[in-house]
């Protein structure tokens, strides 16, 4: 028989085989109705419901207070790192960004077409393989903006910093419902699904109500929050499928015990890996390990052992000896090299076993 595949892609990736399967049913009869949820209204009771519902999902998990509003779009996270300047940071206003990743330099060039955008830190020169606490923040910000995870990187903000004035903003792509966190203490939140909660096609934004309607600028309907809060997330066809799979792995990670239980395998599953990591006398992880991410582990071959010329084909043999066991999409981001292997909340433990159990083989062979 094949070995059993672990998907370590980054994103688009891993999602709960219950959560799938529900999701393909749903596609040829969602919920008994005779028709499919690729064909059936958004202004329809069952689709209106099962909106409803996961909005509860979300916000039971992530306890959201009820002075929060959850808005879904289509777009990417992409589409909301200008739509957030847009509709956060007047003309004249200064918004702190703090830049730790390519992701975090991307939200800071569409905040420049809006306002007045502060640096906040720039780890660019150190690859940004850490993360910079002494943050140089304005007096008169209107929000600090984080990317709570650095995808790329492996890095990640183990708490979070206090904006000197504003609000705090944060990316949580890729660790959206990974680990606790405390969602009074952020005036948005927002990131895209295709990591941790769904597939691609939707992002979820979660804005304090009392921010809403302080720029002076006009804001294009379709691009303004409130827009779509008015409308409970109806105002145009909204990307209903891509809502119903996060319904379905929301379900899967309420049952699995909430963001606590997964949190804690999550962070038992990242110990495995590093450790395993640390002890290799081939493989070295990249981030600095105060800052190590639980969701995106980047390692590279020990400059040491593995001579540069011969990296490139060996890297190739690594990841081919890793496909024969059902190990996939290990290579890592062409800005750090090597490999990665993305261990979100759907990765269970026996996959990370299995890449620790391949890595300890490889090396094997290559010494
Ligand atoms: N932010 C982070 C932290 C990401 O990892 C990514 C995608 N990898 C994005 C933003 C961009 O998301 P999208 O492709 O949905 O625009």
Redo the contacts with the bound molecule.
């Keep these: 028989m094949a070995n059993k595949v672990y998907n370590f892609s980054?994103?688009p990736s891993v999602l709960p085989e219950q959560a799938l399967k529900e999701a393909s049913a749903a596609c040829i009869d969602f919920e008994n109705s005779g028709i499919s949820i690729l064909s059936m209204s958004h202004r329809s009771k069952p689709i209106d419901n099962m909106f409803a519902e996961t909005e509860e999902y979300l916000r039971e998990l992530m306890g959201i207070p009820e002075n929060y509003d959850i808005v879904f779009l289509g777009g990417?996270?992409?589409?909301l790192f200008c739509m957030l300047p847009m509709n956060f940071l007047n003309q004249d206003a200064t918004a702190d960004y703090a830049l730790t990743g390519v992701?975090a330099n991307k939200a800071c060039k569409e905040a420049k077409l809006f306002g007045n955008v502060n640096v906040a830190c720039d780890t660019k020169s150190e690859t940004y393989s850490r993360i910079e606490k002494n943050l140089n923040l304005s007096d008169n910000a209107s929000y600090l903006h984080i990317?709570a995870?650095?995808?790329i990187y492996g890095t990640e903000w183990q708490s979070f910093p206090k904006p000197k004035s504003g609000f705090l903003m944060a990316?949580v792509?890729?660790d959206f419902l990974a680990r606790k966190i405390n969602v009074s203490d952020f005036g948005v939140i927002y990131?895209?699904a295709?990591?941790n909660i769904s597939c691609?096609g939707v992002?979820v934004t979660i804005i304090r109500k009392d921010l809403l309607g302080k720029v002076d600028r006009t804001i294009p309907t379709m691009l303004n929050f409130q827009t779509h809060i008015d409308a409970k997330n109806m105002f145009n066809t909204p990307p209903v499928f891509a809502v119903y799979v996060m319904n379905r792995t929301l379900k899967w990670l309420k049952e699995f015990g909430g963001v606590e239980a997964i949190e804690k395998l999550n962070r038992e599953k990242a110990a495995l890996l590093y450790s395993a990591l640390d002890a290799s006398k081939v493989f070295v992880g990249t981030a600095a390990k105060e800052d190590r991410s639980i969701m995106n582990v980047p390692f590279v071959f020990n400059k040491d052992v593995v001579a540069a010329d011969k990296a490139d084909d060996l890297a190739k043999e690594f990841l081919e000896f890793a496909k024969a066991r059902g190990l996939q999409q290990l290579k890592g981001h062409r800005s750090v090299g090597g490999f990665r292997a993305s261990i979100y909340n759907a990765m269970p433990m026996e996959g990370v076993q299995a890449l620790v159990d391949c890595l300890g083989d490889f090396e094997k062979k290559v010494l």
């Design positions: 980054a994103g990417g996270c992409s589409l992701w990317t995870n650095n995808t990316d792509s890729s990131g895209g295709q990591k691609a992002t």
